[in-house]
């Protein structure tokens, strides 16, 4: 079941929809939630659905809340945008999809024409810079290779909801990419935010879109992740463990 709440009177309508769910590093989750702060967008509806875990979450003083998707909206040089995000994704397969679907309608019904998703892509290395990389549309991938520098992906698969949510809107005839940024291994299993991957993933949203939103603090918190995991790195190579994973909290 899934069931649409909203929280305004009236529903506003939009041109783009920017979304991230949690993944790798929450990288997704990390930069639709920066956006929607920076923007300062109004929480407009929740979209809730029986695939999530049946978890009830305490907020705090005792407030309490089903685990949804909550979508948010901002205007920026008269431009609607939506910014659309969730604690936690499906555990299964259809839901993801149904959920995905359900998202991408009520997008649609309010003429949002364009969908962009963050997401993480994982490499082995550890390296200071992060690269973007992108799929999906042809005229938005064309559009971010461009004007972001974002590397267009071959081949491979992008799972789970900011993967799958890119190929609905297609479906609907939007146009949908899938921004995905660089994220070290290291930081995925060791179970840290990857603020320096969110944050190229919303510098390349923000220069195509014109969002000019500044990610200076991101870097101080990118900084201070990368130190602590490089640190647990170097540790663990001392002690003669560099081959093993048994370290990494999986």
């Given at each position: ?145 461009e004007r972001a520098d974002a590397v267009p992906l071959e081949e491979g698969v ?29 930081i995925v299993e060791m179970e840290q935010v990857d603020y320096g991957a969110a ?52």
């Amino acid at each position: 079941m899934i069931k649409v709440v909203a929280s305004v009177h009236t529903l506003p309508a939009g041109n783009i929809a920017i979304a991230g769910f949690p993944g790798m590093g929450l990288v997704g989750k990390t930069a639709a939630e920066f956006i929607a702060k920076a923007l300062r967008a109004r929480h407009v509806a929740s979209i809730y659905c029986t695939g999530f875990p049946a978890h009830l979450l305490i907020r705090g003083r005792g407030s309490s809340s089903l685990i949804k998707i909550d979508i948010y909206h901002a205007a920026v040089d008269s431009k609607g945008i939506f910014i659309v995000t969730s604690d936690a994704q499906p555990m299964e397969d259809r839901f993801q999809n149904e959920l995905s679907y359900a998202i991408v309608t009520f997008l649609k019904e309010r003429g949002v024409e364009r969908v962009v998703a963050g997401a993480a892509y994982v490499t082995e290395a550890v390296v200071p810079s992060r690269r973007v990389f992108v799929a999906g549309s042809t005229d938005l991938v064309k559009e971010f290779a461009e004007r972001a520098d974002a590397v267009p992906l071959e081949e491979g698969v992008i799972s789970g909801m900011n993967g799958v949510i890119v190929g609905w809107a297609q479906v609907e005839g939007m146009s949908s990419v899938c921004v995905l940024g660089e994220t070290w291994r290291s930081i995925v299993e060791m179970e840290q935010v990857d603020y320096g991957a969110a944050r190229v993933v919303i510098d390349a949203v923000s220069k195509v879109f014109g969002l000019n939103v500044d990610t200076s603090e991101l870097a101080n918190y990118a900084s201070r992740i990368e130190k602590e995991v490089l640190e647990r790195l170097g540790r663990f190579a001392k002690s003669g463990q560099e081959g093993r994973r048994s370290y990494y909290i999986t």
